[in-house]
């Protein structure tokens, strides 16, 4: 592989994880922001709570992304380079 190989991941990952997180944690923040605002809570609660539940619901979104761009770029490559078949993981 080469270093264009891992580049080209990591460019994908960034921008996939960036943007699924940042509708997800969008998403849920704005969720978290409106069931607190009719519940008529402090502004200064509901910000610090919509930025903590969004970054807590775009990190899944994060792992999601780094497995399928590290299987398909990295991963792919990589057996293909070397003569032995994979292995099924336990």
């Known amino acids: 592989m080469k270093e264009t190989d891992y580049f080209v991941a990591w460019l ?3 921008v996939c994880a ?14 978290i922001g409106a ?3 009719l519940m ?3 502004p200064q609660l509901i910000r610090v709570a919509g930025r ?3 970054f807590l ?3 899944p979104i994060s792992y999601l992304c780094f497995r399928l761009i590290v299987a ?6 990589v ?5 032995v078949p994979p292995t099924a993981l336990p």
């Open 40 to 42: 008529r809570t402090e």
């Open 79 to 83: 057996v293909a380079q070397t003569d």
């Open 18 to 31: 960036l943007v699924g997180g940042a509708i997800a944690g969008g998403i849920a923040g704005g969720i």
């Open 35 to 37: 069931v607190l605002g």
């Open 12 to 14: 994908l990952y960034f």
């Open 72 to 77: 398909q770029f990295v991963v792919k490559k």
């Open 52 to 54: 903590i539940v969004g």
């Open 57 to 59: 619901s775009a990190i």
